[in-house]
């Protein structure tokens, strides 16, 4: 197992025991008035992706799995599985907050920053900052949600938009 693995694999789960800890602490009453307090659990999977620039390697099939936990101060943290768009197994690992839109509970802004691992050889280069094989990433996206169903368009910078649909637990 190379390093750059091994050190990702250990960072990731460092994260998620801190989320498991916030969400502990939430369950317990602890923090509230920092309104880290459980909210709850989302999971959404890409459903259309589309390249501002395609090329010939790019593969608009994102197969994106992303479970993320709420917080009632609109903060969330989440992990994305999903083939890159030169169909390689990466990961996002990330925190965010949202905004409402439009004086409504249902349309809002979202934006989401971490690191993203798994551009590998060739196409290491096509992210800016993949040195180490883990780059930094931020993701702007608008949603809309009713009820338990939620759909988002996020806006991958320059390279492309993907919508996405989920379910709020």
Same mark, same amino acid.
């Given at each position: ?18 989320? !498991? ?5 939430? +369950?317990?009453?602890? =923090?509230?008035?920092?309104g880290w307090k @459980?909210? #709850? ?30 917080f009632q101060n609109?903060? !969330? ?5 999903? +083939?890159?768009?030169? =169909? ?5 690992? @990330?925190? #965010? ?34 040195? !180490? ?37």
């Amino acid at each position: 197992m190379s390093l750059k693995i091994h050190v990702l694999k250990k960072f990731s789960l460092g994260c998620l025991l801190a989320c !498991l800890c916030f969400e502990l602490q939430a +369950q317990d009453g602890g =923090d509230e008035g920092h309104g880290w307090k @459980y909210r #709850g659990f989302n999971i959404q999977t890409s459903l259309y992706t589309k390249h501002w620039d395609p090329e010939p390697d790019h593969t608009d099939h994102q197969h994106l799995i992303g479970p993320e936990i709420e917080f009632q101060n609109d903060y !969330l943290v989440g992990l994305a599985f999903f +083939q890159n768009s030169f =169909d390689q197994s990466s990961q996002f690992l @990330y925190i #965010g907050k949202t905004w409402g839109l439009f004086k409504t509970d249902w349309f809002y802004f979202k934006l989401v920053g971490g690191l993203l691992h798994g551009y590998k050889e060739p196409y290491e280069d096509k992210i800016p900052f993949n040195g !180490l094989g883990v780059a930094p990433a931020i993701l702007p996206s608008f949603g809309v949600w009713y009820k338990r169903v939620m759909a988002e368009v996020q806006i991958a910078g320059a390279a492309a938009i993907t919508i996405t649909a989920g379910l709020r637990f």
